[in-house]
Structure formats: C-alpha cells, structure tokens
C-alpha cells in the first residue's frame, strides 16, 4: 500500500507539497554518500600513520571518489530521467555501505584507494544527479530553495558524520569507525522509497534536448567550466582542514569539530542562498557567494588558531553552501525538467575534475613548499576563474520577450529577470506558442550558439 500511495504521488502538479517529501529525501541520501565522503578528512592522520603516505596521496581518495561520481552520474541521471531514481538510490547505499567495510579491512594504501575511492564514487554519483534531477522535476517557482534543502544532506552528514568518525577513532580506532559507518550507509534505502520522479504532461515529454543537444546548449560550456574552477576550491577545504589545524596544535578532537561546523554552515547556506536566490535571482546569489568563497580561501593561512580556523570554516561553509544551491538551479534555468537529471549530470563532470585535482595538487603543495600558502592562493583564484566564467552565461532577452507578449499579461520584467524558467514556461503557454531564445554571446571566449527552448 506504502509504495502504491508513492507510485500515485507522480501525478500531482510541480510545486506540490509531494515535492517537498522528495527533497527532504534527496538531502537523506546525500546525507549518507555525500557526508561520508566529506568527512574523510576526519582520517588523515591515523590513515597517514598507519600507512605512512603524504597528503597528496591521502587526498587522492577523496578525488578519486570525486571524480567517479559525475562519471557515474551520466549514466545514473538519464536512467532516473526514464526509469525512476529508487533502485538507483538502492545501488548507492549498497556500494557507500561496501566501501567503508573493505576498507577497514585492508592492509596496503593502493587496495584503500580503490576499495573506498571507486566504490564511494559509484554510490556519489548514483545519488547527485539522479536526486537533484528529480527534485528539478518537482518545482517551477521555488526550485532553488529545493536544491538548497536537497544539498543540505550532505552539510548536515558534514556535520554529524565527522563526530561520531572522530569519537570512535580516538577510542576504537579508524577500522572499527569504517565498520559503524557501513552499517550508517545502508539507512539511506529509506529514503529512496521516498524519491519518485513526477510524470510530465504528454503534451510537453518530448520538448527536451538528447545528450548530444545538452552538450551543444549554450551554457552547458560554461557551467562545465563554472563546476571545474569552483570544485577546484570548494574541496580543499573540506579535505585538508582537519590536517592543517592539527599540524599547528590543535587536538584530534577539536579538529574534527571544524569539519563538523563547516558542514553545519553549509547546510545553513543551502537553505538560506536557496531562499534568496528564488527572490533575487539565482546568478546574483552565485556571483556573491564565489567571490567571498574566493576571498576567504585565500586568507585561510592567515588563521594560526582554532579560534581563527573555526572562523574560517563559517565564511566558507556558509558561502560554499550557497554556491552548490544555485550551481544546479543555473542549469535549470537553461534545461527544461524532464531532462535535467541528464543535463545535471553532465555538467557535473567538469565538477568531478575540478575535485580530483584540487585536493591532489594541493596536497603536493603542501608536501613540497611544507605550507598551504601557495595552495590557499591557488583555490581562491579559482573561485574568482569560476565568477569569470559566470558571466558569459546565457541570459534572455527580456525587453524584446516582453514586447512580444504584453497583451497576454506576462510577468513584470523584474520578476522575469528573477525566475527566467517560469518566464519561458509562461511565454510557451501563450496563444501563439511563442518560444523564448538564449541571448547569444558574441564576445564570449566559451560560448556556443544560441538554443531555443520552449
């Protein structure tokens, strides 16, 4: 009966309040695959005693699994886009449950790197995209808040995980803290059976673009180029700040406290970019957050304290977070909602190569210069890169759209400039069928040829 209620739930309406149950199953699964996964920095130091390897190649964990993870979700997001996004949910938590258990049980560094990097990236990647996708399926006027409160998973797994992973390795040890997180891992099936995608109106099933169409959208480019420079930053906090407070002092326990407040103001972020980005416009709240992500990465090195670091970790958190909302709810400005778990995914694999070499790099530079100075500076500027790059996305031309339409009573132009999707899906609901175009960019240095969407 519980899946048949589910099952029924397809039908309703975008912004219903089913699709508030979705996202709040979304942020589950992230909680798990994501949280687990960002607090691997939690292990550095009894991994860096046991095996007696550099932080270049601990990080490398965390970018392998980075990196897997949106080469998965291709595949993951147009299965979910077809087929629904519960047995792929269901493969996440059995493949993040896995990856901790064989890897409290081996004895060299290369078997940790594939048993926990591969395994974690499949059950990432089976869980981004595919639950972001659906949740973009779900809402039209306040998708960005959704995709904060989805996102917000992984900053509470940030924050939970880390504690619990610091307590029982400063107690047990880190192969028993592996064990209790794989039996964690396999509660996120509860939330799959939660996730259902929403049927779309036979009239419109067919108005998105294929693969092949998604990579030749204007702005698929410089999303791609957005989530490389931005993944390139946002990680290297997240992996190397447990590693940086203990290398000046700091206790294992208190360092473990700052991956945990990084993650609770990200989640704080999600919710609160997400909401302001619905009011004023998902671009404006993206460039905000980048260029103080950006400041405050560069400054990172200055902090000398717990004190200093643990306000480090809330600039950052709080503006990482809102980076991450409205990365996905650019892209569903551009792609229309039947085929963002697709697009999402494709986007999301400049992501995975930005953090995949982020960490790694930093790490090297740590290991070679014996400080994060020149790593700080390095991922700071790839904020701003990113914030350049966001300039050159598609926008529409609203001052001709609304002479096209102002005898059918379209929004104002201000609250069309705010909410450019539902100002494209309220021009194709007109009595012409007028389709709106992509501004094209004719200085743009990453810049394709204008789409139409409907």
């Known amino acids: 009966f519980f899946f048949e209620l589910v099952g029924a739930m397809e039908l309703a309406p975008p912004d219903s309040p089913y699709g508030w149950v979705v996202a709040v199953s979304a942020a589950s699964a992230q909680f798990v695959t994501l949280g687990s996964i960002n607090c691997f920095g939690v292990f550095f130091e009894p991994l860096h005693k046991y095996f007696g390897v550099g ?44 990856s901790f258990f064989l890897g409290s049980m081996v004895t060299d560094f290369m078997t940790l790197l594939l048993s926990y990097g591969l395994l974690a990236g499949v059950a990432a990647g089976c869980t981004i995209s595919p639950s972001l996708g659906i949740v973009g399926q779900w809402f039209e006027e306040q998708r960005a808040t959704a995709m904060g409160i989805a996102f917000s998973g992984s900053g509470l797994g940030t924050v939970i995980i880390p504690i619990v992973a610091t307590y029982l390795v400063e107690t047990k040890g880190w192969q028993l803290a592996f064990r209790v997180l794989s039996g964690l891992s396999f509660a996120v099936m509860v939330a799959a059976a939660l996730m259902k995608r929403r049927v779309i109106p036979e009239e419109h099933a067919d108005q998105g673009p294929g693969i092949c169409s998604i990579l030749m959208t204007q702005g698929f480019l410089q999303l791609f180029s957005v989530g490389f420079f931005f993944s390139y930053g946002f990680f290297i906090p997240i992996v190397h700040v447990t590693f940086y407070a203990q290398s000046l002092g700091v206790d294992g326990m208190h360092a473990g406290y700052l991956l945990s407040i990084l993650g609770l103001l990200t989640t704080c972020g999600n919710i609160v970019w997400g909401s302001l980005a619905d009011k004023y416009g998902n671009l404006t709240a993206f460039r905000i957050c980048h260029f103080v992500s950006g400041v405050a990465l560069c400054l990172w090195t200055q902090c000398r304290s717990f004190s200093t670091i643990a306000l480090f970790t809330i600039v950052a958190g709080f503006f ?65 890169f990113a914030l350049w790059v966001a300039s050159y996305l598609p926008k529409l031309d609203y001052p001709a759209l609304l ?38 960019f004719a200085g743009s240095p990453l810049g394709l040829e204008s789409a139409v969407w409907p």
């Not at 996905?328 to 400005?333: F, R």
């Not at 982020?358 to 400080?371: H, K, W």
């Not at 705010?418 to 899906?425: F, G, I, N, V």
Request: net charge neutral.
């Open 55 to 98: 932080n270049a190649k601990l990080a490398a964990v965390v970018s392998l699994a980075n990196f897997v993870a949106p080469l998965v979700g291709t595949i993951a997001g147009n299965v979910a886009d077809k087929y629904g996004v519960r047995g792929i949910v269901f493969v996440a938590a059995i493949c993040q449950g896995l």
């Open 320 to 384: 990482n977070g809102g980076c991450v909302t409205c990365y996905p709810a650019l892209a569903a400005d551009i792609f229309p909602p039947e085929q963002l778990g697709g697009a999402i995914s494709l986007i999301y694999t400049g992501f995975g190569i930005g953090s995949l070499v982020g960490p790694i790099i930093t790490g090297a530079l740590v290991d070679s210069t014996g400080g994060y100075q020149l790593a700080s500076s390095l991922g700071g500027t790839a904020f701003f």
């Open 403 to 440: 002479a096209e339409v102002e005898s059918y009573g379209a929004m104002e132009e201000a609250e069309a400039q705010r909410s450019p999707l539902k100002y494209r899906r309220q021009l194709s609901r007109t009595p012409d069928g007028f389709k709106a175009k992509n501004e094209p």
